[in-house]
């Protein structure tokens, strides 16, 4: 991101990270759960380590005032292998954040992950 920041280029990327599939590994030491638990609190857990390491090295990047961040999930635990959706393991978070660009704020409704892209260019006034 640096680099192209440095080029002029815009920055887009996306990440996937696997916190809720097993083997649930992550580096020792960084978390109050061992790595050898092999758990998926520890995956989750480890998983928010994470972004709140990033947002903190990133806080002083050039381009990090100008980039908006959203982070969504794909799914909760154990809904995989079903034939039909079981619709509470679907209930999951999601996150615009982009300071001085989106408000701060909560919303409670519905959605869907179709809605982000709506929610969050309304949230910028496009």
Known sequence: ????????????????????????????GKIDIPSDSKSREGGIKYTDY????????????????????VIVADHCASSAGKTELPMDKYHIPAMIYAPGLV????EDKLMSQIDLMPTLMGLMHF
Do not use: C
């Open 103 to 106: 408000d701060e704020g909560n």
């Open 50 to 69: 994470s972004l709140k390491q990033f947002f903190k090295m990133s806080q002083n990047e050039s381009w990090f005032a100008n980039t908006v961040f």
């Open 1 to 28: 991101m640096n680099e192209e920041a440095r080029q002029g280029k815009p920055i887009f990327n996306h990440w996937r990270t696997v916190s809720d599939h097993r083997p649930f590994t992550y580096p020792d």
